[in-house]
């Protein structure tokens, strides 16, 4: 159904002066006989009639008329086909009777509903993509993000219902059957997959540090799991490259038997350290692959140390000492000024002051020491910092006058900051972070790259710094202009359920603080020594000219190799300044890479070692969780069903009346000018006048 409604932006009066004028110019051009004696009294009329309809239409024109047209369209709900694509859903069964039983169902359901409903396909696994065509090889299922993301793909649109294809088992993400959604569209599910329950012995989980220290031991807790194998027994065994490092014997005492062993190894050598993890198999058994698994443990030679003094107690000291210790690479040890023991300073990498200096510990010879050793210091203001001892220390990063209140300031990226990046996530969580408490002032002017956040005091974004950074006399300075961190980290977990934002932010401002100056004119890396199977390889690379200022204008290449000596060549791309590479997926295992670049007639490289750790998750366990799926599809408005039952689903959904088309109006305006047929008729009415009028002679 359409209306067609013309609307003016000039007084509709204005039409009485257009034909008037339109009429006066007719009548004038044929008030007297033009055509001789055989003129007509009908025919001078009607060439008048086209000559008045003529310069009324230009006229009218140029009133600017718009049309408005209004149609009412009609939105069919749509109907979202989820399907479980990962591994764990052909364990029970081949892939090719797999596949065409799904096929078979979505067929069915396609056709059955798809006069009165729109069908759409999708797959999950780590990830929710439209696709038709299932081949169950993902390695992990994370069914809460799935539907997360496909209601937000839906937010505002007629979603009319889920129907998820799943074996009820995810080994990412939360239970789903506790996840809120936003959508109102009932879930149906359609159960796949065999809950008997096998002979079965399972590696279950290996829990480890990120990290160990050269010549320390590390514990390891493995913990296992077996099924109706009551009486037998079986054997933990641990393993670097093929020298055995730990083994156990088991003793499986119960048909349900669960058991939890503390292995405990030692670090003998640094670098990225594959250890090997496997049960001896029993006969028997349904599933040898959730038999093992393989961990990567990084062996450093030391960590940094972070020495954290306070003015007082505070809430950002638990926070701080939290996220910095978070990163194994950093032992975080905390004082307070009125009890500060002095350390031994040639080991400290990182000098933290909490409110402080203050006006009751001023802290001169605290600062001297780290001046002397050039130890890094990241000062956090605060309200009993004292600003006249801070612009002394700061060397340039003070603040040269205050009238003693403070501001609640959130924090804005600096575009042209680039002694370290923050990621795209911690990024936009910067943007909604509360705001810390700065004191209101006047900053001493910094160069706009040593600013890593400005301040945005409500709407307004100023140029006064938030956190910032500067070198002197080869100690490096930080300051944060505001205590408040903790708020941030409660922040990050209520939004995420984690503290990763948060975290990354103050890691990566003591990771450059602490960091010793490295000089080489071309670096590349990872952007982390450790990758999962199905994390993506991204590399970094950076090459500086003799000022040392960063340059990308000549091509840099990388070469990746893995334990059997296959290799792998890449491009970097350019990334303002610098270089980036996303190298896609590799299979499992160590690898070796080299980067080269030439500059300047010179051949420069960069190497290094990252590994990329398997992804068993799918084989831990394989027994259907049909009472998941049931109780997901009852808390959700719908029912649970078996494959074989199409005809009733359909049924379901073709009678469940929140599932119905919807109707709006769209509306759109035009220039009522820019429509051809007027441009025509118009042409007409004058081409049919002057013809007429030449046929007969007149001018």
């Keep these: 159904m359409q209306s067609i409604e013309i609307i003016f932006t000039y007084p509709t009066w204005y039409l009485i002066l257009c034909a008037a004028f339109s009429a006066g110019a007719a009548w004038f051009l044929y008030k007297v006989k033009v055509f001789g004696e055989e ?23 140029l009133l600017e008329p718009l ?60 990830d929710l993509n439209e696709d038709e065509n299932p081949k169950f090889d993902e390695e992990a299922s994370n069914l809460s993000k799935a539907l997360k993301l496909l209601d937000n793909q839906y937010e505002n649109q007629n979603l009319g219902a889920v129907v998820l294809f799943s074996d009820g088992l995810y080994n990412q993400g939360v239970n789903p059957v506790y996840q809120t959604r936003k959508a109102g569209a009932p879930l149906y599910t359609v159960a796949f997959g065999d809950t008997t329950l096998h002979r079965d012995l399972i590696l279950e989980e290996v829990r480890q540090n990120r990290l160990a220290y050269l010549g320390n031991q590390f514990p390891l807790q493995v913990l296992c799991r077996a099924s109706d194998l009551s009486g037998k027994n079986s054997k933990l065994v641990v393993r670097q490259n093929e020298r055995v490092l730990f083994e156990k014997a088991l003793s499986i ?13 030692k670090a003998e ?28 443990m990084e062996v450093v030679d030391a960590r940094n140390k972070v020495l954290l003094l306070a003015h007082a107690p505070h809430p950002d000291l638990k926070a701080m000492t939290a996220a910095i210790g978070a990163n194994e690479n950093y032992e975080v040890e905390l004082m307070y000024a009125r ?14 002051l909490h409110q402080l200096p203050s006006l009751q510990y001023p802290g001169d010879n605290i600062l001297e020491k780290a001046e002397s050793f050039g130890i890094p210091v990241l000062f956090v203001v605060g309200q009993a910092t004292q600003l006249g001892l801070l612009n002394k220390w700061g060397r340039g990063l003070g603040i040269q006058t205050s009238v003693g209140s403070a501001n609640e300031s959130q924090g804005v990226i600096n575009k042209d900051f680039e002694l370290f990046r923050a990621s795209e996530e911690s990024s936009l969580a910067i943007k909604r972070f509360p705001p810390l408490f700065s004191p209101f002032g006047k900053y001493n002017e910094l160069a706009k790259n040593q600013i890593f956040l400005y301040q945005k005091i409500g709407n307004i974004e100023s140029n006064e710094p938030l956190i910032a950074f500067n070198e002197a006399q080869g100690q490096k300075l930080g300051m944060i202009y ?7 980290r409660l922040y990050d977990f209520d939004q995420h359920q984690n503290h990763e934002a948060s975290e990354e932010i103050l890691q990566k401002i003591v990771q450059y603080l602490a960091a010793k100056k490295d000089t080489r004119p071309f670096k590349a890396r990872p952007i982390k020594r450790r990758f999962e199977e199905n994390e993506r390889l991204k590399f970094q690379a950076e090459l500086y000219n003799a000022s040392y200022q960063l340059v990308n204008d000549p091509e840099v290449n990388l070469q990746i190799k893995n334990a059997e000596g296959e290799e792998y060549t890449f491009q970097f791309g350019r990334d303002q300044s610098a270089y980036s590479l996303d190298a896609g997926y590799l299979n499992p295992g160590d690898y070796r890479y080299t980067a080269s670049v030439n500059y300047g007639g010179e051949q420069l ?29 009852e808390k959700n408005g719908g029912q649970n069903y078996m494959p074989t039952s199409m005809d009733k689903l359909i049924a379901a959904i073709q009678s469940n009346e929140k599932i119905h088309t919807v109707s709006f ?13 007027i441009f025509w008729l118009l042409l007409s009415f004058i081409s049919i006048e002057w013809f007429v009028r030449k046929y007969k002679g007149a001018y």
């Design 253 to 265: 005492d119960a048909e349900q038997w669960t058991q939890s062993i503390d292995v405990v190894l």
């Design 39 to 61: 003129d007509k009294l009908w025919l001078r009329r009607g060439l008048g009639a086209l000559r008045f309809l003529f310069l009324f239409g230009l006229s009218f024109l």
């Design 339 to 352: 009890s500060f023991k002095e350390p031994k300073w040639s080991e400290i990498n990182l000098l933290i």
């Design 605 to 633: 490289f960069s190497e290094g070692l990252f590994s990329v750790s398997p992804l068993e998750l799918e084989a831990i366990n394989t027994r259907a969780d049909f009472l998941l799926l049931r109780q997901l599809a």
């Design 665 to 677: 109006m769209r509306s759109s305006l035009e220039d009522l000018i820019r429509q051809p047929w």
């Design 482 to 488: 505001g205590e408040g961190y903790w708020r941030w």
């Design 67 to 126: 049309v408005k047209n209004q149609l009412r369209e009609l939105e069919k709900p749509v109907v979202a086909l989820v399907v479980d694509n990962s591994s764990s859903m052909r364990m029970q069964k081949d892939s090719a009777q797999l596949e065409s039983e799904i096929k078979s169902c979505l067929e069915q359901l396609e056709k059955g509903l798809g006069d009165d409903h729109e069908v759409r396909v999708y797959l999950a696994g780590t």
């Design 269 to 296: 050598k640094s670098g990225m350290i594959r250890y090997d993890i496997s049960l001896e198999s029993i006969d028997g058994e349904h599933n040898l692959r959730n038999n093992r698994k393989t961990i990567y």
